[in-house]
């Protein structure tokens, strides 16, 4: 059996067809095995299963004799990148790959259905058969339609899906009421202290540098047997507690207060990371390359705090961060402190609407 495609639906076609009974079971993809749209663990766990993953390949032709499909041909191709980072497949010039299978499964991905729509009301489609939509109200060109999740901007998550679904809620609850649906009412945000004492928190900030522990799986032979068994068994007590210890408290940030700061340099040197420095201003990608830690990744911010009685700046690294508290519990005039982040989005309703708006008569 051949299945066709390199999504997460892929992986559980091939799968469960193992456990259907296909004993010679393929994945077979157009893009590189990175470039595939699968999670990283699905592929893994489709693997573990002794499912072979093959890439860059194009399906060419099915064979067939005597009214049965007997196998497929596949061309060869290769990722080539434009000067901006579009890829295309080009074919190698390698011979064609023929495979033998008696069955193909299609898990090529899903499309709009929106021949429903007509095209002349109102709302246009752009090459790709996608609305053609504001991004951040998600109003399509006929202002009262909206669109969301994988029929807005293409297939991402469930968790993308509902953002969606509030968002365009707050945008049709701004429509009805007359207001601009670019007004979007930022979130509420909240930080609040975690400190007890001089070294005590009300959070575990132990740092454990255990490796992720895998999830334990039923034996391969017994998990292959029926397609009801459940693969993973999950942890036990005594291992979720240790998985549990590598939680790095991300919803409590370092707060650094400059006035209080006499830069004694006590935070930089019990950092266990490096990711504190004292330097003096500058254009920010030089400004990553001279710290105690040079940052390379310009997609993480730094953490920059300025007004420094030197006419310095603390520049602070949060991608390697582990939230430990050290800082604060070695700084001796309480310029760092360890405070909880509170997010509380704004939902459709009275609350994101202006003030000024008028009450509506009843």
Request: aromatic letters at 8%; proline letters at 6%; one cysteine or more.
């Amino acid at each position: 059996m051949i299945v066709l495609g390199g999504g997460n639906t892929a992986m559980d076609c091939c799968r469960s067809a193992r456990r259907l009974g296909g004993e010679d079971v393929k994945v077979i993809v157009r893009s590189g095995f990175e470039e595939m749209k699968a999670s990283p663990w699905e592929k893994e766990d489709a693997q573990h299963e002794g499912i072979p993953i093959l890439n860059y390949l194009v399906p060419k032709s099915f064979q067939h004799e005597g009214g049965k499909l007997t196998g497929m041909t596949f061309e060869k191709v290769k990722a080539v990148y434009d000067d901006k980072g579009r890829r295309s497949l080009v074919p190698t010039g390698e011979p064609d790959e023929s495979f033998e299978c008696d069955q193909v499964l299609v898990a090529v991905g899903q499309e709009n259905a929106f021949t429903w729509i007509e095209r002349d009301i109102g709302i246009e489609f752009d090459k790709w058969g996608m609305p053609k939509l504001d991004e951040k109200t998600l109003q399509s060109t006929l202002p009262r339609v909206f669109f969301g999740g994988d029929a807005a901007l293409g297939p991402k998550n469930i968790i993308w899906a509902v953002a969606h679904g509030h968002e365009a809620a707050v945008s049709i609850d701004k429509f009805c009421q007359g207001e601009s649906l670019a007004d979007r009412p930022p979130p509420h945000m909240n930080l609040v202290s975690q400190k007890m004492g001089i070294h005590e928190w009300s959070y575990d900030n132990n740092v454990v540098p255990d490796a992720r522990y895998a999830v334990p799986l039923k034996e391969l032979k017994l998990a292959l047997k029926d397609i009801r068994t459940e693969v993973e068994l999950g942890f036990d007590p005594q291992l979720a507690w240790k998985e549990a210890q590598r939680c790095l408290n991300c919803d409590v940030q370092t707060v650094f207060a400059p006035k209080l700061c006499i830069e004694c340099d006590a935070c930089v040197d019990i950092c266990p990371m490096d990711c504190i420095t004292f330097t003096p201003d500058g254009e920010e990608a030089e400004v990553r390359a001279r710290l105690n830690a040079p940052s390379d990744n310009a997609s993480q911010d730094l953490y920059v705090g300025a007004g420094l009685k030197t006419g310095r700046i603390m520049a602070k690294d949060e991608d390697v961060c582990l939230h430990c508290g050290l800082c604060a519990e070695r700084c001796p005039t309480g310029a760092w402190d360890m405070q909880k982040f509170y997010l509380e989005m704004t939902h459709a309703g009275p609350g994101c609407r202006s003030r000024e708006t008028p009450r509506q008569a009843a």
